[in-house]
């Protein structure tokens, strides 16, 4: 065969193959049976995320069960301060998981990490600040003033999410490199600002507006801000260590690839079940209050189930009109509307105890989280088909936007 010959075959197999899309063999199709991170398939998630609601649902039973029959049980595990250390554990996979070697692609997209900071940093707090104060406020005449849910919801709202966004983020075929960008960026972030915000719209800003019935419950509580950050310093800033030392360690011992396809996956269980194992002895401790409110819960839920779907929708709109691709949309939309509710949970423990109204309010975030987050899932992907893309800028600079706002192929090295 000629070179002439050989170089049509060649460009006649090179045109095939673009017009049958990307080589199966490197791209596979995400069908229904597809396990891969990258599947926009709700079916692919991970089993013990996906039915985290259910698991969240059977530990509050197995709690009020045990307050009923054996009450003192959860004395000496309160005695011991194991809730405190199973807190700890519950931060470290997150925060083991990040890659920080990633912020400085993120910091080179200046307008998309611009509009992730409103989001997330004014926005989202400022949103939950507003819902608490009218849920939980004692402004409307027919809500009482509940200091200890207003708080709650506002650990909650202060809190960005560094673990759970990856997941909803990856089902709705979001930018992955840019979700773990922003993950980093938030969790450096969180450290040095979560404190600062807590104090601020839970101690400062209630009193500033007029807001007595507030201020004066949240009074009797008797904390300052050098308890919100001593719990911050302990709970975030020691697993926050611990997460950077074992990445570093990991990574140069067995390399990036083993680190983060078989030592963080195997922590990760890690979270459920310290998670679960501070609702059983939360709920051990407030069977009483369960029993004799049980709407609370309810109550709790909707200025959560608000939040969320506002602060995605708003985001998804802001990132949609910057021009931004679907996928770094869709990224900055759960990065903005996911919270880290491991953390509010941890340090509404550790300032009001475990038995607090306060933890209480925080236990319903994740409760309601994933199901709202999941659904949200959905709607991302009907976005990505209802709205033309074409043209928009996409989060990667090697990578030009196709008309359903995915990166298209250039042809360059990933």
Same mark, same amino acid.
């Given at each position: 065969?000629t070179?002439?010959?050989?170089?049509?075959?060649?460009?006649s197999?090179?045109a095939?193959?673009?017009?049958?899309?990307?080589?199966?063999?490197?791209? /596979?199709?995400?069908?229904?049976?597809?396990?891969?991170?990258?599947?926009?398939?709700?079916?692919?998630m991970?089993?013990?995320?996906?039915?985290?609601?259910?698991?969240?649902?059977?530990?509050?039973?197995? !709690?009020?069960?045990?307050?009923?029959? #054996?009450?003192?049980?959860?004395?000496?595990?309160?005695?011991?301060?194991?809730?405190?250390?199973?807190?700890?554990?519950?931060? %470290?996979?997150?925060?083991?998981?990040?890659?920080?070697?990633?912020?400085?692609?993120?910091f080179?997209?200046?307008?998309?990490?611009?509009?992730?900071l409103?989001q997330?940093?004014?926005?989202?707090?400022?949103?939950?600040f507003?819902?608490?104060?009218?849920?939980?406020?004692?402004v409307?005449?027919?809500?009482?003033?509940?200091?200890? %849910?207003?708080l709650?919801?506002?650990?909650? !709202?202060?809190?960005?999410?560094i673990?759970?966004?990856?997941?909803?983020?990856?089902? *709705?075929?979001?930018?992955?490199?840019?979700?773990?960008?922003?993950? #980093?960026?938030?969790?450096?972030?969180?450290i040095?600002?979560?404190?600062?915000?807590?104090?601020?719209?839970?101690?400062?800003?209630?009193?500033?507006?007029?807001?007595?019935?507030?201020?004066? !419950?949240?009074?009797?509580?008797d904390?300052?801000?050098?308890?919100?950050? !001593?719990?911050?310093?302990?709970?975030?800033?020691?697993?926050?260590?611990?997460?950077?030392?074992?990445?570093y360690?990991?990574?140069? *011992?067995?390399?990036?690839?083993?680190?983060d396809?078989?030592?963080?996956?195997?922590?990760?269980?890690?979270?459920?079940?310290?998670?679960?194992f501070?609702?059983?002895?939360m709920?051990?401790?407030?069977?009483?209050?369960?029993?004799?409110?049980?709407?609370?819960v309810?109550?709790?839920a909707?200025?959560?189930?608000?939040?969320f779907?506002?602060?995605?929708?708003?985001?998804?709109?802001?990132? /949609?009109?910057?021009?931004?691709?679907?996928?770094?949309t869709?990224?900055?939309?759960?990065? *903005?509307?996911?919270?880290?509710?491991?953390? #509010?949970i941890?340090?509404?423990?550790?300032?009001?105890?475990?038995?607090?109204?306060?933890?209480?309010?925080?236990?319903?975030?994740?409760?309601?989280?994933?199901p709202?987050?999941?659904?949200l899932v959905?709607?991302?992907?009907?976005?990505?088909?209802?709205?033309?893309?074409?043209?928009?800028?996409?989060?990667?600079?090697?990578?030009a936007?196709?008309?359903?706002?995915?990166?298209?192929?250039?042809?360059?090295?990933?």
């Amino acid at each position: 065969m000629t070179d002439e010959s050989t170089a049509d075959s060649t460009g006649s197999d090179q045109a095939a193959q673009h017009d049958r899309g990307p080589d199966p063999a490197v791209q /596979h199709d995400h069908g229904p049976d597809c396990g891969c991170p990258d599947c926009g398939d709700p079916r692919t998630m991970d089993f013990l995320d996906k039915y985290l609601t259910a698991w969240i649902v059977a530990a509050m039973v197995v !709690g009020v069960g045990l307050g009923s029959v #054996a009450p003192g049980v959860v004395d000496p595990i309160q005695d011991l301060h194991l809730v405190e250390i199973g807190l700890i554990a519950m931060m %470290y996979p997150p925060l083991a998981n990040v890659d920080y070697a990633r912020l400085p692609r993120v910091f080179s997209q200046w307008r998309i990490l611009s509009l992730s900071l409103v989001q997330n940093w004014l926005i989202g707090p400022t949103l939950m600040f507003a819902l608490a104060v009218v849920f939980f406020g004692g402004v409307v005449p027919w809500f009482p003033a509940r200091p200890e %849910y207003f708080l709650g919801l506002l650990f909650i !709202g202060m809190a960005r999410c560094i673990a759970m966004v990856l997941v909803w983020n990856d089902l *709705a075929d979001g930018s992955s490199e840019y979700a773990a960008g922003l993950v #980093a960026f938030n969790s450096v972030f969180q450290i040095l600002t979560y404190g600062v915000y807590v104090w601020f719209f839970a101690l400062f800003l209630p009193g500033q507006l007029g807001l007595d019935a507030m201020a004066t !419950g949240i009074e009797t509580f008797d904390i300052g801000p050098w308890d919100v950050f !001593g719990a911050i310093a302990v709970f975030l800033g020691v697993p926050f260590a611990a997460g950077i030392g074992s990445r570093y360690v990991g990574t140069r *011992a067995k390399g990036e690839r083993w680190y983060d396809e078989t030592f963080a996956p195997s922590i990760s269980p890690l979270t459920l079940v310290a998670l679960l194992f501070t609702i059983v002895v939360m709920f051990a401790t407030q069977g009483d209050r369960i029993v004799a409110q049980p709407t609370d819960v309810l109550w709790i839920a909707v200025p959560l189930t608000i939040y969320f779907v506002v602060m995605f929708l708003v985001s998804f709109g802001m990132g /949609h009109a910057i021009g931004a691709d679907y996928s770094t949309t869709t990224a900055i939309g759960f990065t *903005a509307a996911s919270n880290n509710f491991e953390l #509010a949970i941890a340090v509404a423990v550790a300032i009001f105890t475990v038995s607090s109204g306060v933890a209480f309010a925080t236990v319903v975030g994740p409760l309601i989280e994933v199901p709202v987050l999941l659904a949200l899932v959905h709607v991302a992907i009907y976005f990505q088909r209802r709205f033309d893309w074409t043209g928009h800028e996409t989060g990667r600079l090697d990578r030009a936007p196709s008309a359903d706002g995915s990166p298209a192929d250039t042809g360059g090295d990933e």
